[in-house]
């Protein structure tokens, strides 16, 4: 009786190691803690959405790594990842990781599918790597510029970017410059900070204090770019701010108030009146008791397009060609599309910022 006993319990343990197994793990890759945090956790929660309402989820597991925002931090849970066989990773959030990770696929059979990296650094690039945030390119710079000269008639700018998340600041500091430039704009200055240094942030504008610049375009995080519009306001400044979609979450306006109201900023236009977006933000609202932000809708739409592609990654279909069939599917992203190396392209769309939300002005190109 023992011995048959033995042989139940071994065959049982045997039988849940293999269930194990067969389970698809998928990794969440993402700034969860640190300065950029807020960026990570509403990319999460839209991802979470997601896999929640997967009608296969008890085929996956979600394993979830917290970067730090830090090259060193994202190396340490790729590590992490391949030791647990996690071959298909959303994430991650900042170019500076992305940049310190994508080499690490080389040889090895694991993809990334970031929601929100836009370097041009890793454009272009037949690696393992897509991402749904189109990149900083020039033709997006041509027609930022443009817009701001042809339509908001502004040709003094000074540029202010966080020198920490290099790899996604300097590339647009330089594309942006160069094309202002070509249309006869005035780039005064490009200056970098960082926020640890605990150097004030006044120190960043008080050169201008004789004569402004008409516009200061800052690329930081949502509450840098808060405290430097406030700077700007209480110095008395007549001058326009533009944002990067990096900076647009809830932070900025409960950090900046009054003094991000009117503030410019180009993204890629999410439709809020169509019944997709109504489900999915109710859905979002009753889970987490606020409204979805844009790296929640970017988090959501990355994980709905790899769940949706594991059917066809079973059949032994390649990462891209997966992916961009699931596209396809998309109801939030519309007018989207990936290029030949899973960069992504969405319209440009001019926003500004009242009553605490970025209102839609109508598209930049």
């Known amino acids: 009786m023992l011995r048959i006993l033995l042989i139940l319990t ?41 896999y929640d309402v997967f009608p296969d989820k008890k085929s996956t597991e979600l394993i979830v790594k917290d970067d730090t925002g830090t090259a060193s931090g994202g190396l340490t849970a790729m590590n992490y990842f391949e030791s647990a066989d996690v071959r298909y990773i959303i994430g991650p959030d900042i170019s500076t990781v992305a940049t310190a990770v994508t080499p690490y696929l080389d040889g090895r059979y694991m993809f990334l599918l970031s929601p929100t990296v836009s370097t041009t650094e890793l454009a272009g690039k037949d690696d393992h790597f897509m991402r749904t945030m189109p990149h900083n390119s020039r ?10 000269i042809n339509k908001l008639h502004i040709k003094d ?51 201008d204090k004789n004569n402004p610049p008409q516009l200061y375009y800052l690329l930081s995080s949502a509450m840098d770019s808060a405290l430097i519009c406030w700077q700007i306001k209480k110095a008395g400044y007549g001058s326009k701010v533009l944002v990067r979609a990096w900076a647009a979450t809830e932070e900025f306006f409960r950090f900046g108030g009054e003094a991000v109201d009117g503030t410019y900023m180009f993204d890629y236009y999410i439709d809020t009146a169509t019944p997709a977006y109504k489900s999915f933000q109710a859905a979002y609202v009753k889970k987490y008791k606020k409204d979805p932000s844009i790296f929640s809708i970017y988090g959501h739409e990355c994980m709905y397009m790899l769940l949706n592609a594991l059917p066809d990654l079973n059949k032994g ?11 396809k599917k ?36």
């Open 157 to 207: 700018m000074v540029i202010i970017y966080d020198s920490r998340n290099s790899s996604y600041s300097t590339d647009i500091a330089k594309n942006v410059s160069e094309a202002f430039v070509n249309r006869g704009g005035r780039v005064r200055d490009i200056r970098n900070f960082n926020p640890e240094s605990g150097e004030s942030m006044y120190k960043l504008i008080e050169q």
């Open 10 to 50: 071994l065959c049982l343990s045997i039988s849940g190691c293999m269930k194990q197994e067969d389970k698809t793990k998928i990794g969440f890759l993402g700034t969860m803690s640190g300065r950029y945090s807020d960026i990570g956790q509403d990319t999460l929660k839209g991802a979470m959405l997601a």
């Open 330 to 365: 998309l109801t939030l992203l519309t007018d989207f599309s990936f290029d030949e190396y899973g960069d992504s392209y969405i319209p440009l769309n001019f926003f500004e910022a009242k009553n605490n939300r970025f209102e839609r002005k109508g598209p930049a190109e």
């Open 317 to 327: 279909a390649s990462f891209y060609d997966a992916v961009s069939a699931s596209a």
């Open 139 to 148: 033709r997006q710079a041509e027609n930022i510029s443009k817009y701001l």
